[in-house]
């Protein structure tokens, strides 16, 4: 088992991350998940029952010393560490007009800064094992909406991908950008988050998880820069 591929999840206790971690152990993948809730996290590894290939780190995708703790247990423990995904993320509800501006920070930290804080403490690892990062971004954005500063969040999501891709050419590390569209997590539960539309066609956690999986596991030498994955019946 020391030979199976080795990927870091961050916000894994749920929705899509925990989806994208379910479907690697199918795999034979060693994951290493880590989330905020440290409560939430453990039960989600003791529910996966596989003590063995899983490894549950607490801590904040926003916090540099949190990051680098999650890439260095991750290497203690399985030695090796050849994807990192960075799913950690959130909304908050309202516009710059409306919004609660108490809300934009941590947004904002945990969107923007978490990807580029994991990236940093990533690539060392990733150069040794010719690894793969996925960034997941959203529709968002790639669609300009009125006043929407998670949509901005977003953006750079997109611009992160394309410029870190850019930044390891040569070294063998595969970039992807998963974008997508609406998907039916706790995303919209969470209080003061955006509100849940009515009626609205939905991913499943799982759907958007199998996305992230096809990237991770291209063939070596095949990079793929962005995936675009929308419900049918999404306009935007």
Not at 38 to 46: K, N
Not at 51 to 72: F, I, M, T, Y
Not at 125 to 151: D, K
Not at 168 to 184: C, E, Q
């Amino acid at each position: 088992m020391t030979d199976h591929p080795v990927t870091l999840i961050t916000g894994a206790s749920s929705g899509i991350g925990a989806a994208t971690a379910r479907l690697l152990l199918g795999l034979g993948h060693r994951v290493a998940v880590t989330a905020r809730g440290e409560g939430r996290l453990r039960r989600f590894a003791e529910d996966l029952a596989r003590p063995g290939a899983v490894l549950a780190v607490p801590g904040d995708a926003s916090e540099p010393a949190d990051v680098r703790a999650a890439v260095a247990a991750t290497v203690e423990r399985f030695g090796r560490l050849d994807n990192a995904v960075a799913n950690a993320g959130f909304g908050a509800a309202g516009t710059l007009a409306d919004g609660d501006p108490r809300q934009w920070r941590a947004m904002v930290l945990t969107n923007v800064l978490g990807p580029a804080l994991l990236i940093n403490a990533a690539l060392p690892e990733l150069t040794r094992t010719r690894g793969r990062i996925v960034l997941v971004g959203s529709v968002a954005g790639q669609v300009t909406m009125p006043g929407n500063l998670y949509g901005a969040t977003k953006w750079a999501v997109t611009a992160l991908a394309e410029n870190t891709r850019r930044l390891v050419a040569g070294s063998g590390i595969g970039v992807t950008l998963v974008a997508p569209g609406r998907v039916d997590t706790d995303y919209w539960d969470r209080p003061g988050g955006t509100p849940r539309p009515d009626d609205a066609p939905m991913l499943t956690a799982d759907q958007t998880a199998a996305s992230i999986v096809w990237a991770l596991t291209r063939p070596p030498g095949v990079d793929i820069t962005a995936v675009t994955v929308r419900p049918t019946g999404q306009e935007i």
